[in-house]
């Protein structure tokens, strides 16, 4: 069975600081994944997928197999980045069902 | 052009009353999905439907949820004799075709069972 891990609920950084935003999956083929983002009062929304591999509002993922990973990343964090992200992952093979893992509530102080 | 909608966007119902939820896909939008969030609890995926195919309910806590898609569009959800710990927020996704394809949300319902 697939899984999706996010093991913080919660990070918080201050403005202009690093941040990355965890995510391990298990599925032993070929995943597809994704990282969807809500900010308050707003629906969710796809931030960006491993396979167009660009980089969105300075966020960039790299999906690195042999550690099942698909850490989310941003160099200098802004007070706008603070919302709700969720790791979700996909397959090619069996159900087509998205997996989303709990999510994690970014929040960047001034 | 109009993403997915849902309706109501608030729904507050007695306990042990049946509640209808409604979601209009984007228009050609062959997959609908529909999930429920709890605080703390992330995405919990209900009911999957594509095209014509038989909806996959795995996702459904119990008999008491049911959905349905007419015509391959709109969808409702029908929760029967709702529990307190059925309050959450339904959000309805749709997409192109498959989960490999990048999913549209709609605004979601949130149900409070008093």
């Known amino acids: 069975a697939q899984r999706v891990t996010q093991p913080e609920k919660l990070l918080s950084v201050f403005k202009g600081a690093p941040v990355e935003l965890k995510c391990n999956y298990s599925?032993?083929?070929?995943?597809?994944l994704f990282w969807y983002v809500q900010y308050s009062r707003q629906r969710l929304q796809l931030l960006l997928r491993?396979?167009s591999r660009e980089s969105i509002k300075g966020f960039t993922a790299d999906l690195n197999k042999g550690e099942t990973s698909f850490h989310l990343k941003k160099p200098f964090a802004q007070e706008e980045d603070s919302a709700m992200y969720y790791c979700?992952?996909?397959?090619?093979?069996?159900?087509?069902?998205?997996?989303f893992g709990r999510g994690t509530s970014l929040i960047v102080h001034p | 052009g109009a993403g997915v909608s849902q309706s109501p966007s608030n729904k507050v119902t007695e306990k042990g009353k049946d509640v209808e939820l409604r979601c209009d896909p984007i228009?050609?939008?062959?997959?609908l999905y529909w999930y429920r969030q709890s605080l703390g609890q992330g995405l919990e995926f209900l009911i999957y439907?594509?095209?014509?195919?038989?909806?996959?309910k795995s996702g459904l806590p119990s008999d008491r949820f049911s959905a349905e898609r007419t015509g391959g569009s709109v969808s409702t959800l029908t929760i029967q004799r709702t529990q307190q710990e059925d309050s959450a927020v339904y959000l309805c996704?749709?997409?192109?075709?498959?989960?490999?394809?990048?999913?549209?949300f709609g605004p979601g319902t949130r149900l409070t069972v008093t």
């Open positions: 996704a749709s997409s192109l075709s498959t989960g490999l394809n990048e999913q549209y």
């Open positions: 599925y032993s083929g070929s995943p597809e």
């Open positions: 491993h396979i």
């Open positions: 979700a992952l996909s397959t090619s093979g069996g159900s087509y069902i998205p997996t």
């Open positions: 228009s050609g939008h062959t997959a």
């Open positions: 439907f594509q095209g014509n195919s038989a909806p996959d």
